[in-house]
């Protein structure tokens, strides 16, 4: 109890140390008041757009503000923080002292003489970051359920990372703009796995069955991403026979000779020619590529009076 209690103050002491240079913010004083020169004149200079919290370091920094002051209100937890501050090097002492206390339990007196207790108690001081980490550390061994979860999120950001690259290949543009494309695939892995490092370690620290549900909706979501970004990225970047079944054959011609199952079809050079099986005029549309996203439109003036005649809408 004496280690969790050394523990819970050397916390309190790092808290205060990270968390009072927030209380403060930028100000704009107020010139025809007595006040003016005071922390309670004039108003809170107007924070930036995405960081509505004064006392960011961003709007410490960048807001437009002639004076510097204490947030109002927050006189209080200021000092409550600055007196745990005051207090971190006798508290990472105590810390040390704690852990001796436990050693001495566990292996006995004899085994720790008075030079070895001061020596001990005292190495703490100046690590108090050390021993109380910004960041959450990773557990030293992970378990099957969070290796399971870290494994599904690394799915998840590799097949977010491929979204660029199917696009591309629908578009069919990789081989022309290949390190742009590549730079976003790397870029979205990178940023996935930046988010990982400092998601996971707290993550890891939940109960198995939180960790669980998490893998459980990573692997759902990279299932679906998985499933659905070619679907997606085909239907803006369609070929010409994709294109002339979604513009017209399901549309306007469903119920004419030029119904998708009654033609033949085949592109020559830029132009998707279709030949009814009735016999009836041929169809030329156009630009007829792989991955286009302009719509069809009629190439010569028989075309153009068949879809007149069946209501189809001409661009």
Known sequence: MDVIEAIRD????????????RLYERYIPDRSSRLSHGLSGGRTAPTLPGFPDPGHWVNQNFARGDGWRIQPGREGTLCTLEDNERAVHARVEAFGSAVLRLLEHHHGPAALGRAVR????????GW????????????????AVQGGTLTVLGWLVLVIAAIPLTVAMKARVLTDHPKPILLSAFALA????????????????????????????????????????????????????????REFSDGCLAASPYRHDAIQSEVEGRTLVVRPSSGDTTLRLGPAEDGGTHPLRAQDRDTREVLERYGCQLS
Request: without cysteine; charged residues 15%.
């Open 190 to 245: 990178g940023l996935g796995a930046f988010g990982v490092h400092r998601a996971g370690p707290r993550l890891m620290r939940l109960p198995g069955r939180s960790i669980a549900l998490t893998g459980a909706a990573a692997g759902v979501a990279a299932y679906l991403v998985m499933q659905v970004q070619g679907p997606v990225a085909g239907h803006f970047f369609a070929g010409p026979f994709e294109r002339y079944e």
């Open 118 to 125: 001061l020596k001990g108690a005292a190495r703490w001081i």
């Open 128 to 143: 108090e970051q050390q021993a109380v980490p910004r960041l959450t550390p990773w557990p030293q061994r992970l378990t």
């Open 10 to 21: 050397l916390q309190a002491s790092r808290h205060g140390h990270r968390t009072r240079p």
